[in-house]
């Protein structure tokens, strides 16, 4: 089953809006709280992330999802920016994820 926040996330994928989120840091010691502009999701070493602009760094960053405690809706909507001018080109490796109409 997936997060509450995974599916706030795609939410605000589909509606082109910021989230902002609450995210601890890859020690676990603190967390920060950041308003995003979500671009997709991406695959890779075993974790799934978020790959969002962020408003607080003023760039691309890569979110890993089990480390995001909550994420919310907000009404504002994104910036229009394309993801291979923000993260480059993707590996040469990287491949579509589909997803059924169960949401698996």
């Known amino acids: 089953a997936r997060s509450r926040c995974a599916r706030t996330l795609d939410e605000a994928l589909r509606r082109q809006v910021v989230v902002t989120i609450e995210y601890r840091d890859g020690k676990n010691r603190k967390t920060s709280n950041r308003a995003i502009e979500p671009l997709a999701f991406a695959r890779t070493n075993g974790h799934w992330y978020l790959l969002a ?6 760039d691309g960053r890569w979110f890993r999802l089990d480390r995001i405690i909550r994420a919310r809706l907000t009404r504002r909507s994104i910036t229009p920016r ?3 001018e923000v993260f480059g080109e993707p590996p040469a490796d990287a491949q579509p994820v589909k997803i059924d109409a169960a949401g698996r």
Not at 53 to 58: A, E, I, P, T
Request: hydrophobic share 35%.
């Open 82 to 84: 394309s993801i291979h």
């Open 53 to 58: 602009w962020c408003q607080m760094r003023k």
